[in-house]
């Protein structure tokens, strides 16, 4: 397998959906939340934060169903139209109300789960199709044969075979790990990585929000060492954040390519992979030209 192959095909799905503006009160909305749900993950992949204790500790907190119930009303409040994702700074499955946080949300819009496979069943996996998930994606990181345990879990569970899509990433350091690999803005330096400065343009916040187990929003999945809070949902809507001037100035700077701040300043991601037409919408808003 190319193992570049199945990083172009996800990125080609997610445009699909990720890169349709919608709009509330004429200002674009983020088509992408991805919630972290669970700050623990039973793997440590060396290319991952998780692999360090001292940088990305297992803390086992969990975003609560008051917070799930909050984000809930507030993205209907929006009118929000786009995908939600559970995935985040941990291992999602692991959380054990995964079903009413999924039945929940897909109330709202799709949601996908973003798994390592480790927990999943055929019996786990009829569960999330019954809560009406959307698509669950695996990272499959111990070699091929995982391919034929997955689609034999997927037959017995007698769910939609592409209700989950199978992501190869058991290659080395030679291969970047067979992900999109970035330096989790400057937390890691595993593997082959970009040097700092090369990208500048950055579109993830025209575009997306995180949102940590406990309510707070960060720029983007990259900020693994939470370095900059744009809000917290339990204070302040999400549509206030996203609003707000935290995200506001951050946006314009890297509309502009300027990654002055943390935690871009270190950032190595090339952020301009999804998100151009967003990126179109707010360059009319800010009045900037090309
Ligand atoms: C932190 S994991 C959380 C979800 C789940 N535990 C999993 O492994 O799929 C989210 C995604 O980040 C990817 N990832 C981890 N470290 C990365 C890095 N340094 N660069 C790019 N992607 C990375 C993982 O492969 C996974 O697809
Ligand atoms: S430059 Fe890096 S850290 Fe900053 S918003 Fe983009 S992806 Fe995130």
Redesign the pocket.
Known sequence: MDPKETIKKNLERRSDFVDVVSLHENIPMPSWVEL?LIDV?N?K?S????SDEKVAPDTFQKMSRKIIDEIHDQLLEIHFNGTISL???????LHKDISYIVKKLSNVSKVEV????DVLSSKRLQELYISDVSKV???M?DGPEQIKKFKEMTKKANVPEDLIIL?D?WYDKYN?????????AG??K??IQEQVGLYKNCYYPTYQLLIDWNGNVYLC??D?QRKVSMGNIMQETIFDIWTGKTFTDFRKNLILGKRCNNPCKSCN?DGTLLGKNHTKKWKKIYKIKN
């Open positions: 972290s993950c793997r992949c290319f991952c934060p998780k995935c985040g700074y941990g291992e999602p499955l973003i798994t390592n496979g994606l695996v990272s990181y992501r990433r970047d790990f067979g992900v999109k690999l970035t330096n989790r937390t890691i595993t593997g999945p990259q693994w991601a």
